[in-house]
């Protein structure tokens, strides 16, 4: 077995390309599909919301602290598709009760969850371990492990259901997707709350892939690119170099991987900036040699 790099040989994009368009490779992937988006009042999130709704999903139900903020995304996604019914509700993922709460919102509204997005994300300053306050350091776990821990546990059993029901008519469904980074592959001075609770992101992802892969579950965690988001200006200024990713290029990507052209790499880390069709070709090579999950190689 050859020994593969942690970073693939593929081309690089930076903005949407057709493959991974709503409106023209992906027009109509989404249709019928209700999308829960958590993380929804800006940036990343807030494009995936209006990416599904390009796509023709049927229901959108987004999910952040903000209520005037989810109002301003739930007016962008009925501007992309006034199809596309929405709704949302104010939520901490932080906290079990609240997240619970808000799928069974979405159940009881929309009949159903087809994709679940775990967007929500924190970055705090960049501290030596030594120097570091212990509730900040820990805040990065809160955020972007548990929450992405609340939103997978809640959301797993109607993702199930909608698996069995789509698989009835021969079509894919219960998609899950994690929110990593790029970062998760790197040990950088002072990043360790974020970086060390991103690698984990991609181990829980394995291990939702492996509890459920009986239940037609397909999870993904996934890098977005780097985009200026608030989020990604928490970053050293030294590091604002790399925030040349559009939002657009993230909320594509995950309408491609919930499309079902992707679920043979179900339960890997894969990031949005990578070529869909050079991922696709290979297939054979990512799958024989167990590629883009958390190993040692010896």
């Known amino acids: 077995m050859t020994i593969q790099t942690q970073f693939p040989d593929f081309s690089e994009h930076h903005v949407p390309y057709d493959a991974i368009d709503p409106t023209t490779g992906l027009k109509d992937s989404a249709r019928g599909k209700v999308v829960l988006v958590a993380g929804a009042s800006r940036g990343i999130g807030q494009a995936t919301a209006v990416a599904f709704a390009k796509a023709g999903a049927k229901a959108v139900f987004l999910l952040a602290r903000s209520e005037a903020a989810l109002e301003e995304t739930k007016a962008l996604v009925t501007e992309a598709n006034p199809e596309t019914e929405c709704a949302y509700a104010v939520c901490d993922v932080t906290q079990a009760g609240e997240v619970s709460a808000a799928v069974e919102a979405c159940k009881a509204r929309f009949g159903a969850i087809d994709v679940a997005d775990a967007n929500a994300g924190y970055l705090g300053p960049w501290v ?10 820990w805040r990065n776990w809160e955020v972007n492990m548990r929450g992405a821990y609340h939103v997978a546990r809640y959301c797993l059993a109607p993702l199930a259901e909608s698996a069995a029901r789509w698989a009835s008519e021969g079509k894919s469904g219960g998609h899950l997707i994690l929110l990593s980074s790029i970062g ?15 690698h984990a992101i991609n181990r829980l ?9 009986a239940d037609g579950i397909k999870c993904f965690a996934i890098h977005p690119g780097g985009v200026a988001t608030e989020l990604g ?39 949005a900036t990578w070529d869909v ?22």
Request: aromatic share 10%.
């Open 128 to 137: 030596k371990i030594g120097e570091s306050d212990p509730d900040g350091w």
């Open 184 to 198: 998760a592959q790197f040990v950088m001075p002072g990043a360790s709350d974020y970086q060390t609770a991103k």
């Open 205 to 213: 992802c394995e291990f939702v892939q492996n509890d459920h892969e």
């Open 233 to 271: 200006h928490n970053m050293p200024e030294g590091m604002h170099q790399y925030l040349v990713d559009a939002p657009e290029l993230a909320a594509g990507f995950v309408v491609w991987l919930s499309s079902g052209q992707a679920d043979w790499a179900r339960g890997r880390y894969l990031s």
């Open 277 to 298: 069709g050079e991922i696709e070709a290979r297939k054979e090579d990512i799958l024989e040699n167990d590629l883009f999950v958390n190993r040692m190689r010896a």
